[in-house]
């Protein structure tokens, strides 16, 4: 008995980690309403996952249905989950950091001397979609040793130094939040660097 409701439970549970729905929940801060499918779209799931995604969301209270009842709106606990903020850069200074940090990346990978390689690089955010304001956009960089072969545990020392090679990466002033590379940015809506 215990086991096939272990199992139901996990049926009822999204597979979508969780750092992939705060990036949607980032992405709508200046949106009135979104919809499911906007979700399953941004995350590039199925829409069955997508209402299992919502129903978690809603529980939270990171989410309420609109009064439409077909649409969406994050609530403030969303927003602030999220990490969001008022979107207030303009579109041109957001794509000229992407371009320059794409510049970076291209020069980095010619550097034989540099201690990484630049497996995958994408970005993602509102920028992808029509609104006049941005906020920051997120960029994910997959670093591999350029030496040697890759270890299962990385030690801090590494660690250390690539925090230090991705703050590089993203320069000085940019309105960019560079960080390490996981599965999911790949399968959520993105922009290629590479």
């Known amino acids: 008995m215990a086991n096939s409701k272990s199992k139901a439970a996990i049926s009822v549970m999204p597979s979508v980690p969780a750092a992939a729905v705060m990036s949607f929940l980032k ?8 919809t499911a499918r906007d979700l399953s779209n941004a995350l590039g799931i199925a829409a069955a996952e997508a209402a299992k995604v919502l129903t978690i969301m809603e529980m939270q209270g990171y989410v309420k249905p609109a009064q439409s009842g077909r649409e969406w709106f994050t609530t403030a606990e969303g927003q602030a989950v999220s990490a969001s903020k008022l979107p207030h850069l303009k579109r ?29 690089a994408v970005a993602f955010g509102d920028f992808l ?23 299962a545990k990385v030690s801090a020392t590494e660690n250390k130094a690539r925090a230090a090679f991705l703050k590089h ?17 790949g399968k959520r809506a ?5």
């Not at 957001?94 to 390689?117: H, M, N, T």
């Not at 979609?129 to 997120?138: E, H, I, S």
């Not at 309105?175 to 996981?182: D, H, T």
């Open 190 to 194: 993105h922009r290629k660097l590479l």
């Open 92 to 120: 041109e200074r957001v794509e000229a950091a992407l371009e320059g940090l794409k510049q970076r990346i291209a020069a980095a990978r010619k550097d034989f001397k540099s201690p990484f390689k630049i497996t995958a």
């Open 27 to 34: 992405d709508t801060r200046g949106m009135i309403n979104w």
């Open 129 to 151: 979609g029509d609104q006049p304001r941005l906020q920051a956009p997120d960029v994910g960089i997959e670093l591999a040793p350029r030496k040697g072969e890759a270890r």
């Open 169 to 185: 990466l993203r320069g000085k002033n940019t309105p960019l939040n560079v960080q390490p590379y996981q599965e999911w940015m």
